[in-house]
């Protein structure tokens, strides 16, 4: 009773303040993304689906948004190049969905023969449109309000809160009882994480790769010993709880992403990189049992032998633990999308294709999609869906680069936050997610949206209240004249 009081307080206080400011409010709807998954968050109120808090919030802000920015004279200015790609995922995912809804007798059969409720025509627009595009609008409204520095500064402590208070719910969920066990671990984290937060393990631990090294890169802005320290001791946060999901491929992003980080800029990173990964061995020995699972004998999935299958490579690696049954499905994803290259099959691509059928046969386990966003991306929109969607991500990459490396250390914490975001979740797509925007990924069009704003518009250049290091040299002389067509200063 006592959480339901505070969540209303909540909602009042900032759709109230929304109409007085409305980025306050955007700040609280973002907020509110760490725990609006969580099984104790309501999902509808008065019998009506889709009414819920964050919903309304978001509301309130799209309305308050769209009658302030005319006050403010707000004018769309994003580059015209980010416009066309941006309308082009709209419609790559607008058009996957008409074709998976317009063959849903298809879904049908196959959610018939697993035994499983079919989701209806209305539920797949919802789902996979509707409540897919809606966590990409918060950074878009990013990129229209951050006008100065203050917002900027306070969007991406707000972006990071998220990341923190989603990491502190997994410690507290998990505990430390089970760390001594890679299977132990893993299995509470399958069936405890997705019930309690409302996210998949895989997803928090792409999540956590990535809110681990935006926090490490917040301890360059300040000269506070204090605020350095608290931007590490959130850094050992996010680590611990990317290692209590026991995902492999989160594991493997952070490795990735500070290997990145430290060959780019922070050269430093490369030689205490390997302390931290003992200590994250150390700290929880199950993560390296996990992390090796599959390449010893004692690690080799029984599964795969029940079914008479072969997976043993000629050096001993178990191909099907080491990629958790992947090697068994993605052979049927490549022949479909092989025969669908250029167009793709739609939404839903695996079992429309007949893919998942197969598999099914086969291991006698549904596989929906084929746990990879390249794959899946491939077989549900071909390569005419894939090129602008990739294409996005690499002009997003190639600018964070840009402003990581720039001089200014406020303009460079920006760029390393939205690299250390996006990069996880390109590293993870190897192994699970999806180029549908969901919840998880909230704070990551965030992050792209900050980095648009800096990167290629100008904004006021108020001073903060703590001076960044080497904030001698003035800002416009600082202010790298590729990454922004003009600055303005007060």
């Not at 509110?32 to 009506?48: C, G, H, V, Y």
């Not at 989603?166 to 509470?188: H, N, V, W, Y």
Request: aromatic share 14%; net charge positive; with cysteine.
């Amino acid at each position: 009773m006592i959480r339901y009081s505070l969540l209303a307080m909540f909602l009042c206080f900032f759709c109230a303040i929304a109409w007085k400011d409305w980025y306050k409010g955007l700040l609280g709807l973002i907020f509110l993304t760490a725990f609006t998954e969580r099984a104790d968050m309501p999902t509808q109120m008065f019998s009506i689906p889709g009414l819920n808090p964050w919903n309304i919030l978001f509301l309130v802000v799209l309305i308050a948004w769209s009658i302030s920015r005319k006050k403010e004279g707000l004018k769309w200015d994003m580059p015209a190049k980010i416009n066309i790609l941006l309308v082009l995922y709209l419609v790559v995912i607008s058009v996957s969905v008409i074709r998976g809804v317009s063959d849903i007798k298809v879904l049908h059969a196959y959610f018939e023969l697993i035994g499983a409720r079919s989701p209806q025509a209305f539920d797949i627009i919802m789902d996979q449109f509707v409540n897919s595009i809606k966590w990409v609008v918060p950074g878009l409204l990013v990129y229209d309000g951050c006008r100065n520095q203050d917002r900027i500064k306070i969007t991406l402590i707000v972006g990071g809160a998220v990341y923190f208070f989603i990491a502190l719910q997994i410690i507290s969920r998990m505990g430390f009882a089970s760390i001594l066990d890679a299977g132990a671990l893993q299995k509470k984290a399958v069936r405890v994480l997705a019930k309690t937060i409302g996210y998949h393990r895989v997803d928090l631990a792409t999540m956590m790769s990535g809110a681990a090294w935006v926090f490490f890169s917040w301890r360059f802005l300040f000269n506070r010993k204090s605020m350095k320290m608290v931007s590490l001791v959130c850094f050992g946060v996010a680590t611990l709880a990317l290692l209590l999901t026991a995902g492999r491929a989160g594991y493997g992003a952070w490795v990735i992403i500070a290997v990145f980080l430290g060959f780019i800029r922070w050269r430093k990173l490369l030689l205490i990189l390997p302390i931290f990964v003992m200590l994250g061995i150390l700290v929880v020995p199950a993560a390296r049992d996990r992390i090796f699972e599959g390449f010893t004998d004692e690690s080799h999935e029984k599964s795969a032998e029940t079914l008479g299958l072969e997976t043993v490579d000629d050096s001993g690696r178990d191909l099907y633990a080491i990629t958790s049954g992947r090697v068994i499905i993605w052979p049927y994803v490549f022949e479909q999308i092989g025969e669908h290259l250029f167009f793709g099959v739609g939404e839903f691509g695996m079992i429309r294709s007949g893919a998942s059928e197969q598999v099914f046969l086969l291991l006698g386990a549904p596989w929906n999609h084929p746990h990879n966003a390249y794959l899946r991306l491939l077989l549900d929109s071909g390569l005419f869906g894939t090129i602008p969607i990739l294409g996005f991500f690499t002009i997003v990459v190639m600018l964070s680069f840009r402003l990581f490396t720039n001089k200014d250390p406020f303009l460079s914490v920006i760029g390393a936050s939205c690299l250390a975001a996006v990069l996880a979740q390109l590293i993870g797509s190897i192994g699970a997610q999806s180029f549908n925007p969901r919840p998880g990924v909230l704070v990551m069009w965030v992050f792209i949206g900050l980095a648009f704003r800096v990167g290629y518009r100008p904004f006021d250049s108020k001073e903060v209240a703590e001076k960044p290091v080497s904030s001698n040299t003035h800002w416009k002389d600082q202010f790298d004249s590729k990454l922004a067509l003009s600055f303005r200063d007060k």
